[in-house]
Nanobody, 131 residues
Framework: QNQLVESEGGLVQAGGSLRLSCGASGYTYTNSYMGWFRQAPGKGRQAVASIITDDGSTYYADGLKGRFTITHDSAKNTMYLQMMNLLPEDSGTYYC????????????????????????WGQGTQVTVSS
């Protein structure tokens, strides 16, 4: 059974950094799509970043590239999200997600933000950025 498990989030001051990890078990995500979403209180879940694991192509929500970096370690079957210069508005529950079946880069570029493109989800981890 595919399982995605996020690392523990935490409380960090504005301007600080935090790295989240997403470990996968039950499936080796080679040539797959993986991503991070977040949900602020009272708001819908929004895509943060995505990566095509073997290809290395990355995608970011507007305004996050440069502060957030998504990577994948194939040897560890683990995805990471390095977050820097955190802002209070970065607070929320962060979810990792994955889709193991590769279709094409263009297909993913067009739809990586859609929750429906992913078929495996982690349980979520809380990130709180204090001002």
């Amino acid at each position: 059974q595919n399982q995605l498990v996020e690392s523990e989030g935490g409380l960090v001051q504005a301007g600080g950094s935090l790295r989240l990890s997403c470990g996968a078990s039950g499936y080796t995500y080679t040539n797959s799509y993986m991503g991070w979403f977040r949900q602020a209180p009272g708001k819908g879940r929004q895509a943060v970043a995505s990566i095509i694991t073997d290809d290395g192509s990355t995608y970011y929500a507007d305004g996050l590239k440069g502060r957030f970096t998504i990577t994948h370690d194939s040897a560890k079957n683990t995805m990471y999200l390095q977050m820097m210069n955190l802002l209070p508005e970065d607070s929320g529950t962060y979810y990792c997600a994955a889709r193991p079946t590769y279709i094409s880069r263009s297909w993913w570029a067009e739809g990586w933000r859609r929750e429906s493109r992913y078929n495996a989800w982690g349980q979520g981890t809380q990130v709180t950025v204090s001002s």
